[in-house]
């Protein structure tokens, strides 16, 4: 059985699969968390920091409520991640709650932080996207806001893991790198093009696989895998965090 996340509350499911029952539980017990604060959302409605510049740059995809929402669930995903959770029993889970409600505000602010910086970024691409542009280079740029769109999303801090969140700068960077000099060599840059959307269609393939069901952790990095490959083709200089050729993440697909 696993804690499953209902939106206003949760409640206790069979799981047919033990990376189901994984994945259920800690969407759950988050859930269960946020839920057992007091109006968690209020003291970082009233403390965050270029409140007005965040709700600029996020009114594109929601309300600053919402962004504030997704801060929280955020922080408290990364406070789980510090203290080994999910946990199963009462006594636990009360002990982790009593340490999500004394970090809960540092954390979301802390996480504010880095994105305020993620959310400044993409709306300088917003804005370069927009620009005037002659027909060679419009299909790079097309990549690069459908690459926009699949990162920055309405409820994207909380349903992307952190390890990849505190990477969003540098791929953001890399993207605007990108445009800045794909009139240099745009087919070079159509070349790289075909070759991440190759990728893509065989990565979609594969989650298609898993369309009534949790996706598997290693799956899932495949995403960021792509990202990685994509600051190796685009913007080198910026460097990559693990090495990836289009070979490796063929081999994780399979």
Known sequence: PALCDKGN???????????????????????????????????????????????MYYQPLGSIKELVSDLVLGAIDKIMQ?????????????????????????????????????????????????????????YSYKDVGTQLDSLVFKGF??????????????????????LSKVNKDVNRDLMYTRKIEDLQEQYKTTLNRYKYSYVPNDLENVKYLIEELRVSYFAQQLGVKVSVSDKRILNELK
């Open 9 to 55: 509350g949760v409640a206790l499911e069979l799981c047919d699969s033990v990376h189901r029952q994984e994945k259920m539980m800690w969407l759950g017990e988050r859930k269960l968390l946020a839920l057992s604060i007091k109006d968690p959302t209020s003291y970082l409605e009233q403390h965050l920091p270029n409140k007005s510049k965040l709700a």
């Open 157 to 178: 801090i909380s349903q992307t893991p952190l390890k990849a969140l505190l990477e969003y700068p540098r791929y953001l960077d890399a993207m605007i790198y990108r």
């Open 82 to 138: 510090e203290n080994n959770a999910p946990v199963y029993d009462e006594a636990s889970f009360n002990a982790l709650l009593e340490k999500v409600k004394g970090d809960l505000n540092d954390t979301a602010l802390d996480l504010a932080l880095k994105v305020d910086s993620i959310l400044m970024k993409a709306h300088e691409l917003k804005k370069l996207l927009k620009g005037r542009l002659s027909l060679d280079v419009a």
